[in-house]
């Protein structure tokens, strides 16, 4: 992590560029899979007709996987492989800690508490929605698979595993666009503490004031009591 002045580096140009892709592909497959899924309202044909055709937006939700897939590989060898990503997927690592904040946050949110929780690097939401959304990716990416070459698995599997199987695809989508929508928008944009928006994503840095306020201990491992 660099300090420049004011601004500390968090996410480095590469990191950034994985997160749009990865949000850009997500965005797509659930517009272009949720009006398929529910084809028949108004608001679906009219997007299925924006997009050429329900063929043509069958092939849009394709390449959006493609891209997903290849982002998340792409971000599995990083973590696999660089001594950053090794770093950043340590720091993910749920510890008792997390839970303790958890029940506190609830508490601070409910007016039970008085002080938020004090966070390191990453607070309790952003590591409960990055392995949220891995999983998902997992589930996603494997059933999708199958649904992409249904006719060559029916061979193979019995109709259940086949009905089983879009159950688990349209149910683990519909539950991640909802998490990606309400949850994460809220707490990126909507949040009156970054509203309109927490432009960490976009310049990869945020402020000492910032990272003392959001990530007090991460701030205290690196500046020690230094409050300027």
């Known amino acids: 992590m660099m300090d420049e002045g004011d601004r500390i580096q968090r996410f480095t140009a590469s990191e950034r560029t994985v997160h749009i892709l990865l949000f850009s592909s997500l965005i797509i497959l659930s517009i272009t899979g949720l009006t ?3 084809h028949e309202s108004s608001l679906a044909r009219w997007i299925i007709k924006a997009e050429g055709g329900v063929l043509f937006g069958g092939t849009i939700h394709r390449m959006a996987a493609l891209l997903l897939m290849a982002t998340f590989v792409y971000h599995l060898l990083s973590i696999m492989f660089g001594r950053r990503g090794h770093a950043f997927v340590q720091d993910m690592l749920f510890r008792k800690q997390d839970l303790i904040d958890c029940v506190d ?86 949040n ?37």
């Open 36 to 38: 398929l899924k529910y």
């Open 105 to 190: 946050l609830i508490r601070y949110n409910l007016g039970l508490r008085k002080e938020s929780p004090r966070f390191d690097r990453f607070t309790c939401i952003e590591k409960f929605q990055y392995w949220a959304t891995g999983l998902a990716i997992i589930l996603l990416g494997l059933s999708g698979f199958i649904l992409w070459f249904e006719t060559p698995f029916m061979i193979i599997l019995p109709k259940w595993m086949m009905d089983l199987n879009h159950l688990i695809h349209s149910f683990e989508a519909t539950v991640g666009f909802l998490v990606l929508v309400v949850w994460h928008l809220y707490n990126v944009h909507l």
């Open 192 to 228: 009156p503490r970054v509203f309109p928006m927490d432009r960490v994503w976009l310049s990869g840095t945020m402020s000492k004031e910032e990272m003392r306020r959001n990530h007090p201990l991460e701030y205290q491992r690196l500046f020690g009591n230094d409050e300027k």
